[in-house]
Nanobody, 123 residues
Framework: QVQLVESGGGLVQAGGSLRLSCAAS????????MGWFRQAPGKEREFVAS????????RYEDSIKGRFTISRDNAKNTVYLQMNSLKPEDTGIYYC????????????????WGQGTQVTVSS
């Protein structure tokens, strides 16, 4: 079992930045690939970014490439999502998720989920 707790969300103006954190507890964090997903109001949850268990490989959804960066610190059992140049369409609840070993880009590949943190970008 892995427990995930997100933090760092909030209200920011368009063009601003936020850094989300996801703290993990439980089993060996370094064995888990991690992902960030988001859900905008009235929409389905969508993939944002993922990172391999050792942190050497990352993947991003096309609309956030060049603006968001996923990273992890296995010594701190934490994964991050640095979000720059935020746009109103980035508004939503951001969730971190974990799965053993192989990376994934779809919801159903992940076994563990946090409760989410709200990000609101005003225009």
């Amino acid at each position: 079992q892995v427990q995930l707790v997100e933090s760092g969300g909030g209200l920011v103006q368009a063009g601003g930045s936020l850094r989300l954190s996801c703290a993990a507890s439980g089993q060996t964090f370094s064995a888990y690939a991690m992902g960030w997903f988001r859900q905008a109001p009235g929409k389905e949850r969508e993939f944002v970014a993922s990172i391999s268990a050792k942190g050497s490989i990352t993947r991003y959804e096309d609309s956030i490439k060049g603006r968001f960066t996923i990273s992890r610190d296995n010594a701190k059992n934490t994964v991050y999502l640095q979000m720059n140049s935020l746009k109103p369409e980035d508004t939503g609840i951001y969730y971190c998720a974990g799965k053993l070993w192989a990376m994934g880009t779809t919801e159903n590949e992940y076994d563990y989920w946090g409760q989410g943190t709200q990000v609101t970008v005003s225009s």
